[in-house]
Structures are given as C-alpha cells and as structure tokens.
C-alpha cells in the first residue's frame, strides 16, 4: 500500500492498483463522524460507441444507457440495495454524468458493512427482461419530468446548440424513444466492458482505520472472479470549433424568460499541467467578472438585466468543454447582447498584479473552505483522477499562476464563432 502525504494540507492517502486492476484510495480523518465512499467507473453518457469486452468491432448503443444501468444494478432479485444501506444507518445515492457514473454512500456505523455493501451490488448486476421493461416507464416518466422544467431546458438547450456532433449534446437520460430500444442484452455488454475492475475506483474518505481497510477490501476482490481486462477503445465524431447554432429560442409554458449565454471551451490538452491551469483559469476569470462581487455581475444588476438566479459554470472533461452564464431575465435579448460584448471585451483587459493577487486568494479561499467537506473531496478527487490529476496538487497549482497567463488565457479565451445563446420564452398566443 503506498502512502503519501500532502503537509500543506495536513492529509495522508492510501492508494493500491489490486491484482484485478481496482485503484483504491483511502483518506483517512479521524476528527470526522461521518465517512464518505464512492464506487466509480470511467463510463459516462457519451461512451455510446466502443467495442465491447472480448470483440473486435466497434458498436453503438441507444442513447440514455449509462444512466438506465446505474437505475438497474440497485435492483437485485430478491430486493432493492437501498434497503441494505438503511438497515445498516448509511444513506446511499448514485449518479450519471457526461463521463462517469459513481455509486455513493454516506454513514456514522457500520462503515465496513457499507463498504461490502457498496462493492458487492455494484459487482453483481442482475438485469430481467422484466425489470427492465417496468424501468423504461419509471425513466421515460424522469424525462419527461425533466423536459417540462425550464432551468433543465435552458441549461440543455445550450449544450444543444454549442456542440454539432459530439454526444455531450444528448441528454444523459437519452429520450423515451432511445430507451423504449435498451434490451437486457445491452445493459450486460456496457456493463461487462465498462464495469470491469481496472476501469474502476473507490475512494472513501472519513473516520476508519486504512490498512484494516485496504484488507477488507482486498478481500472482497480476491473473492471475485473477473475475466481479464482489455484496453477500452471508444470513439467520438469529430467536433468543429465552432457553435452548431448561434441562437436557440424555445417556447415554454413560463411567466419570466430564461437566457443562458455558452461558451465552447478551447482547452490545452497538451499535459496535465496546461489543463489544469486552463480549468482553472476558466472558473477565476468566470467568478471574478460574474459572481455577485464581480464588476460585469453589478452592472448587469444595476441594468436590471439579471435577479438573483443569475449563475454561471464550466465543465471541462477531456473530450469536450463548455462554460454556460445567465438565468431569469425580462430583457433576454438585451442580456444577451451585453454579456457577449462582455465576454469578447475580455481580450482588451489586462488584469493588474493585484487584481490578479486578489483572484488567487479568492479561489485558495474557496478550495481551502471546499476541503472540509467530504463529499466536495471524493467527488472532484474522482474528477481529476479520471482527468490524470491529482486532486492535492491543485492548491499548488493555483498558487503557480502568475497574471502573465491569466492575461494570455483572456486574449485567446472567447471568440464569436464560440458563443451561443439559449432563450426559454413564454409560449406565444
């Protein structure tokens, strides 16, 4: 078992490849009541295209299947899985991302049960043609839940029109249409080429004794049996530089209008370090011209362009990237055209040493503040660890930044033919 240890942030890591190829990562904290575990594999939404475990040609498969497996495996033959981490004083969730889906448990007691736990459903999915027909009516009913929310509509609608090709533009639950064509058969072939151990990670962080725990689990996987790991081949469509639409208005059943303005993000994908600092830099610029101390966030406000919904993110993944800015407004095609001149701006300004001193210490505050939760830690330490980085470098990392980059980054950052805007409007007539 390697230890390392972070003395800036007074933590220690444990970490094992096992003989099936698991990467395991225990962080141990004693002063914590709570322990936080999370069972992860790299397979997300847009791994639609691949060839399965033990094949040579590449297949697709209907979109939504990610997150239709992830509903499955907590449904076992005889029970449901939710019900095991009750009775054991844990409580458990899971969800499906763009690139990853996470199986989750929190508790008080009972960690080495919840860990077994979390480990054995996972590894052990049990599909019926069945059960998989009642699920399509229970996921069909989720979309279209979701369909008739505009915060989700408008956050979607612009990942729509940024991207042409590439399936981060597919709602992660997919369609009722492309679920109604997810058979039994296809649940196993994603779960078999994209479950195996060595495309996996657990990471638990909280309140337990790690060589005792490396034990238990080794033992758990040593009890397993795995066919032998084969290197995963995906493949996505090419994806131009440029937005699929400059605009998408959609009509929905609402009182006050929506305008998300998105940024198609450029991201240095030539080393772990320019990622990272290009990520970086994308969320300070964001928050120090946006957030409601930043000077674009007040202007916007005194124009009566914004409320308090006003937000923005960035999700940067290693095929795809996106930044998405806005929310309620009655003049969304004012704020639209403002935030746009605002952004484009950005190449003239050049940040002072102190603005950018400012900046840096806003964003240590922030992840500093961040670390305290168990959850924000084993959630973005999965993050970066898919990603090839490693979580306790990024204060290291924020701290190399010098405001020679950040006024670089800013000159390259955004350009016309990469920013499109959303609009939910109420319906006309």
């Known amino acids: 078992m390697n230890k390392t240890s972070y003395d800036q942030l007074k933590e220690t890591l444990y970490s094992e490849r096992l003989a099936n190829g698991l990467q395991v990562f225990l962080l141990p904290k004693q002063e914590m009541a709570k322990t936080f575990g999370i069972f992860s594999t790299d397979y997300g939404s847009i791994d639609q295209s691949f060839v399965p475990l033990g094949e040579k040609d590449f297949i697709t498969v209907p979109d939504g299947i990610a997150h239709f497996l992830e509903h499955k495996l907590f449904e076992k033959e005889d029970r449901d899985v939710f019900q095991d981490f009750t009775k054991q004083g844990a409580s458990a969730n899971a969800f499906t991302s763009f690139t990853k889906t996470a199986y989750l448990f929190s508790a008080t007691s009972n960690i080495k049960e919840n860990v077994t736990t979390l480990l054995d459903f996972v590894q052990d999915p049990y599909f019926s043609e069945q059960s998989v027909e009642k ?33 981060v533009q597919i709602d992660i639950a997919g369609t009722v249409k492309s679920i109604s064509e997810i058979t039994k058969d296809d649940l196993y072939t994603c779960y078999n ?34 066919d032998p790991a084969s290197e995963l081949q995906r493949k996505f469509p090419e994806e ?23 940024i198609k993000e ?10 990272l600092r290009d990520e ?77 001193n400012t900046m840096k210490r806003k964003k240590i505050g922030q992840f500093l503040r961040a670390m ?5 830690v084993s959630n973005q330490f999965i993050h970066y660890h898919l990603l090839g980085i490693d979580l306790f470098k990024v204060l290291p990392a924020i701290e190399s930044l010098t ?21 939910i409007v109420p319906e006309q007539g």
């Open 372 to 376: 305290n939760s168990l959850e924000f």
């Open 280 to 356: 970086l830099l994308t969320e300070m610029v964001l928050d120090y011209y946006f957030s409601k101390s930043g000077e674009y966030y007040q202007e916007l406000y005194k124009q009566d362009l914004i409320d308090n919904s006003f937000q923005f993110e960035t999700n940067i993944e290693r095929s795809f990237g996106f930044s998405v800015i806005g929310g309620n407004t009655a003049k969304p095609k004012e704020l639209a055209e403002r935030v746009k001149q605002m952004l484009l701006g950005l190449k003239e300004n050049k940040l002072t040493e102190k603005e950018f």
């Open 193 to 226: 080429t994209f479950y195996h151990p060595s495309n996996m990670t657990f990471f638990l962080a909280g309140n337990f004794e790690p060589e005792e725990m490396m034990q238990l689990i080794k033992q758990n996987q040593d009890s397993k049996q795995f």
């Open 403 to 423: 405001v020679e980059q950040a006024n670089e980054f800013m000159e390259h950052w955004v350009e016309e033919d990469r920013i499109t805007v959303c609009q």
């Open 240 to 262: 131009p530089e440029h937005v699929a639409m400059k605009e998408n208005i959609i009509e929905m059943p609402v009182s006050v209008s929506k305008c998300m303005i998105g």
């Open 266 to 275: 450029q991201v240095d994908r030539s080393s772990d370090e320019a990622f």
């Open 135 to 167: 699920e399509k009516g229970i996921i069909g009913q989720e979309i279209e839940m979701y369909n008739d929310q505009p915060d989700w509509r408008s956050f979607f609608g612009t990942i729509q029109s940024l991207f042409n090709n590439h399936p």
